[in-house]
T-cell receptor, first 114, second 117 residues
Framework: DAKTTQPTSMDCAEGRAANLPCNHSTISGNEYVYWYRQIHSQGPQYIIHGLKNNETNEMASLIITEDRKSSTLILPHATLRDTAVYYCIVRPPLVYNQGGKLIFGQGTELSVKP | GAGVSQSPRYKVTKRGQDVALRCDPISGHVSLYWYRQALGQGPEFLTYFNYEAQQDKSGLPNDRFSAERPEGSISTLTIQRTEQRDSAMYRC???????????????FGQGTRLTVV
């Protein structure tokens, strides 16, 4: 499995955009980039995923570089409730009869401050 | 149910005892995953199932750990002869499965906090 590298921690002012980087320089051509977050003691929560193209949903945007060696998760208007650990995960595509396990790293601890 | 349900939420056991942790996935989800999470660490993969078949158990730490999902729904993670180092949060997740492609999100339960004294 490809490995990811993320900063240990980041701060962001409330209302500003939070940009969380992730390096995955050994990613294979068919591996997806997933982002999850974990708020305090809750279970991890899915945010977004992508392969090559940039993706956007109601929670965030995912920007993947053209060479796919890095990506950035963007929370456009961070709120205090976005304070969490954010995990960037590289995952191979599912094939029949094989689910895809998620391998979590240490993640980035994002603190949104008033 | 509405989400992934795990029981018990908290379990305190004496060293050497066996424990069984239960996971009830979201109805209709065919993939089920077990993770272990130590304080301040990311979740650590243990094992997963598609339906009743255990597809990957490479993350189980040793042979004291086992898991089953006999009818393709509820799963049990069993730890025999517990040790203090087994103390952690044990989390279960489920997801619907596509035949191919990028898959779908995994939904995590609230976890079982296991303390071995």
């Amino acid at each position: 499995d490809a490995k990811t590298t993320q900063p240990t921690s980041m701060d962001c002012a409330e209302g500003r955009a939070a940009n969380l980087p992730c390096n995955h320089s050994t990613i294979s051509g068919n591996e997806y980039v997933y982002w999850y977050r974990q708020i305090h003691s809750q279970g991890p929560q899915y945010i977004i995923h992508g392969l090559k193209n940039n993706e956007t949903n109601e929670m965030a945007s995912l920007i993947i570089t053209e060479d796919r060696k890095s990506s950035t998760l963007i929370l456009p208007h961070a709120t205090l409730r976005d304070t969490a650990v954010y995990y960037c995960i590289v995952r191979p595509p599912l094939v029949y009869n094989q689910g895809g396990k998620l391998i979590f790293g240490q993640g980035t601890e994002l603190s949104v401050k008033p | 149910g509405a989400g992934v349900s795990q029981s018990p939420r908290y379990k305190v056991t004496k060293r050497g005892q066996d424990v069984a942790l239960r996971c009830d996935p979201i109805s209709g989800h065919v993939s089920l995953y077990w993770y272990r999470q130590a304080l301040g660490q990311g979740p650590e993969f243990l094992t997963y199932f598609n339906y009743e078949a255990q597809q990957d158990k490479s993350g189980l730490p040793n042979d004291r750990f086992s898991a089953e999902r006999p009818e393709g729904s509820i799963s049990t993670l069993t730890i025999q002869r517990t040790e203090q180092r087994d103390s952690a949060m044990y989390r279960c997740a489920s997801s619907s499965k596509l035949v191919t492609g990028d898959g779908t999100e995994a939904f995590f339960g609230q976890g079982t906090r296991l303390t071995v004294v």
